[in-house]
C-alpha cells in the first residue's frame, strides 16, 4: 500500500458525498492524491489528532 505524503483534515458535507464515494457527512483525512485515508470523524480536532497518531505511527 502506498504511503502517503501529506495527510489533510477536510469536512465532506451531504451534497459531497458522491465525490468521495462516502456515505457520512463529516471531517475526513486525505492524502495528497486526494484519498479519504481516515474517518469519518464528528470534529477537525478528532480529525486532527488521528493524523497526527497516524504520521507518529509511520515514523516509528
Known sequence: MR?????I???VPS???GDYN???TGWYAMDDGGHVILGPFESLA???????????????
Open 22 to 24: 462516502l456515505t457520512q
Open 3 to 7: 504511503t502517503p505524503k501529506d495527510l
Open 9 to 11: 483534515a477536510v469536512h
Open 46 to 60: 478528532q480529525c486532527d489528532g488521528a493524523i497526527r497518531d497516524r504520521l507518529q505511527q509511520q515514523k516509528l
Open 15 to 17: 451534497e459531497d458525498l
